[in-house]
């Protein structure tokens, strides 16, 4: 059960970095135009 938690947690906080590095491009690109 608690290394299913951990991985659990590694791709939940991967997830969020992968979206917020997205957003942080989406927005750069937003602010040249």
Do not use: D, Q
Request: hydrophobic residues 60%.
């Amino acid at each position: 059960m608690k290394p299913l938690s951990i991985a659990l947690v590694a791709l939940g906080s991967h997830k969020t970095r992968t979206f917020l590095a997205s957003l942080g491009i989406m927005i750069g690109i937003a602010a040249v135009i």
